[in-house]
């Protein structure tokens, strides 16, 4: 497995992969239906390292739908505000690349800050109205980062898909928007949640948390699977689903609630009824921890 540094590398490696097609993959369980990726297909996963297994289940559907897969692995330091863990956050490169590597990935595309943001950089890229909503609201300026290093790694790559997990709901919404307003070629696929044998969603923060707060963090999980209860029952009304959500929470008081959400994906603004396709969504602080659940309601 190939470990790139440069832009030019990492574009040299697509153009030239697109000219060696290898036998068709099966399709990605979170792919479209009778989708096998054409010819010399290009799959990417931008991640920012400290990989586990969700990570590991976006790259094998990447290289099931795809030819070739790149892995991105870069800190990015423009979606970290100035009170956030970039410094700390974790790097464990060696065992990313094992990890990558395992779960088919063909390349590794680690660039240092520089080359990623070149000294007197000036341009972003940010989604207007979208970027302010959920995480957007507690964390000022994380969706122009991510939008920007996103937007940077297509170009790079000029991949024909690329993979993010749902747990990033809001990042999603965001980068759809980012992709159809710029008319980029690439097609985002979302992945479901990978979680713990008792529910908590994987994160490379979780490794923050105390045992005491590891306890404490699976009052995420419970309040998602408590609304989705509640939906399948019947309940529609926001307010409701909100408040017994809240409720949940009460178990827990020194876990800190950034948001509760129900909002239409797309726009990531609230709505009064829950309805198909609807997020409810939710971000929670365990000590200097910060974690993020959702579902998408059927």
Known sequence: MEILRTVPDLRRWSRDSRLRTSSPGE????????????????????????????????????????????????????????????????????????????????VIFAPTVDEIYPTGAATFVEVEGLSSRLDGQSRPGHFRGVATVVAKLFIAAEPDRAFFGQKDAAQVAVLRRMTTDLRLATEIVVCPIVREPDGLALSSRNIYLSPEERKQALVLSRTVRLVEALAAQGQRNAAALIAAARSEFAAEPSVRIDYIELVHWSTLEPVESAAPGSLFALAAHLGATRLIDNTILA
């Open 27 to 106: 399709i990605a369980s979170c792919g479209s239906v009778g989708w096998s990726g054409p010819p010399g297909s290009i799959g990417l996963v931008p991640t920012l390292g400290a990989l586990h297994a969700g990570h590991a289940s976006l790259i094998r559907a990447a290289a099931a739908a795809c030819d070739h897969v790149a892995v991105s692995i870069f800190v990015n330091p423009t979606q970290f505000g100035p009170n956030e863990d970039f410094a700390r956050y974790p790097r464990t490169f060696d065992a990313d690349c094992a990890l990558a590597q395992n779960a088919g990935a063909h």
